[in-house]
């Protein structure tokens, strides 16, 4: 059974709260994982998601806390690095064998450790940021997708995104990486003839379709696309496939792509190749 959030957890901070929701969504989407038949791609997006979407999320609570001084932020910086360490070490046995770790050894992990730090830890600086004039703006200077001279500045909240991939739990898993940045129009159909559908009638910013969809290919509904009437031949797609090698890339970009991704996704590397995509 997957976790519930509910305003018992809240720490009264709505950026904090919208991030703890996500990392509930990702766990989630792992439970789902289990038994599925690209559980092993699911569990790989799943914790490369979690390492960095933790890791954000860390960084914006150490800040809110360091602007108003929180006593305990030593033993937090503690408590932030073990479950860094612990994913890590899990990330690292699923890089070297992804058969070797599977989502319900994941979940026993994930949800003691999630559920204690939101209801126990966080509960402990509830008082210390609420309302201080500088920790939130502390925190919003946090970005998933970094700054510097060559970030990409995109305005999540009003981008259109069409998800295609027979697997309804990974379609869930993008749109939750999507949704953790503030991308809530995001529409996912599971077949070519859907696809066509919705980019036929809704404005789009952009197409994430998986290689494989059922039986039939992305690639074809990518040239199907670049086919179409000139602002749908302009819609910018991303391919996604489970299985990399440099002569899919070529096929994908061959066909129409602009850009090619394998699974298991990185959350951080999705958001910087939509942001690339779509500016």
């Not at 939101?118 to 609420?130: A, E, G, K, Q």
């Amino acid at each position: 059974m997957g976790l519930t959030w509910n305003e018992r957890m809240s720490v009264g901070v709505p950026l904090l709260d919208s991030d703890h929701k996500t990392l509930i969504g990702l766990i989630n989407h792992l439970h789902r994982s289990i038994g599925d038949e690209e559980e092993y791609a699911a569990v790989g997006s799943v914790l490369q998601a979690l390492e960095e979407y933790a890791a954000h999320h860390f960084v914006r609570e150490e800040k809110m806390m360091e602007a108003c001084r929180y006593p305990l932020l030593d033993q937090h910086y503690g408590t932030h690095g073990g479950f860094a360490a612990k994913v890590r070490g899990l990330r690292a046995r699923y890089d070297g064998d992804p058969t070797g770790v599977r989502a319900r050894e994941c979940l026993t992990f994930l949800n003691t450790w999630l559920i204690d730090h939101i209801c126990t830890t966080d509960m402990n600086y509830r008082s210390w940021v609420i309302g201080h004039p500088g920790a939130e703006a502390a925190a919003q200077r946090v970005s998933l997708t970094g700054g510097g001279r060559k970030a990409v500045t995109v305005d999540w909240t009003r981008l259109r995104v069409l998800l295609v991939d027979d697997n309804v739990n990974f379609s869930e898993i993008l749109r939750t990486i999507l949704l953790s940045v503030g991308v809530t129009g995001v529409s996912a159909v599971h077949d070519l003839d859907s696809a066509k559908a919705v980019i036929s009638h809704q404005p789009l910013d952009i197409l994430v379709s998986d290689w494989h969809v059922g039986e039939e290919s992305g690639l074809d509904l990518v040239k199907w696309v670049r086919r179409g009437p000139p602002d749908q031949a302009r819609l910018p797609v991303l391919i996604l496939s489970g299985h990399e090698r440099m002569t899919n890339r070529d096929l994908a970009l061959m066909a129409g792509a602009d850009e090619f991704m394998e699974k298991p996704i990185s959350a951080r590397n999705l958001l910087l190749g939509v942001a690339r995509l779509v500016v």
